[in-house]
């Protein structure tokens, strides 16, 4: 998919949008003087804080199965830190507002339907076998069958089976 066609659908670009109405925050209502306090490294806090969390998005990139996904990874790390700016910022009311905005977000947003193939099968212990078998099969008749494919799972709703 397309990745301009992906994040124009509703879910992308509202939260995007609710997501870039921190920096909008960030000048009006928090204190400039806390987020802007220089660490041992030589960054200001909120620098810091977010190259922590790009870099906690990047080793989660390794279980994700699609781009899509991915990306819906991303939204729901900015949105923690953007709470966590908005909290060290000092303004609780506005952090109040986005806690307030991301539930109902959560609740009226759906997020984008899968659009891959739709052929699934089942496969339990003996259709598995079956399907691999090579006694299963017999050279030079209508029933000789040869699959060529790579299994891969991936339990994207659960990442210590993806380990």
Do not use: H
Not at 37 to 58: P, Q
Not at 118 to 138: A, N
Request: glycine share 6%; proline share 3%; hydrophobic share 50%.
């Amino acid at each position: 998919m397309d990745i301009v066609r992906l994040l124009t659908q509703p879910y992308f670009l509202i939260n995007l949008a609710t997501l870039g109405s921190y920096f909008y925050t960030r000048k009006v209502y928090l204190n400039q003087r806390m987020l802007n306090m220089i660490d041992a490294f030589g960054l200001t806090r909120e620098i810091s804080i977010a190259l922590v969390f790009s870099l906690i998005v990047l080793t989660r990139y390794r279980n994700n199965s699609s781009l899509k996904n991915f990306l819906i990874t991303i939204i729901y790390y900015c949105k923690i830190l953007v709470m966590i700016l908005v909290a060290i910022g000092g303004n609780f009311a506005a952090l109040g507002v986005y806690i307030g905005v991301f539930v109902v977000l959560w609740f009226m947003v759906d997020l984008p339907k899968y659009t891959g193939p739709t052929k699934m099968i089942e496969l339990s212990g003996p259709t598995f076998q079956s399907l691999f078998d090579p006694k299963s099969r017999v050279e030079g008749s209508a029933n000789e069958r040869y699959i060529f494919c790579v299994f891969y799972a991936n339990f994207s709703f659960n990442s210590i089976l993806v380990d």
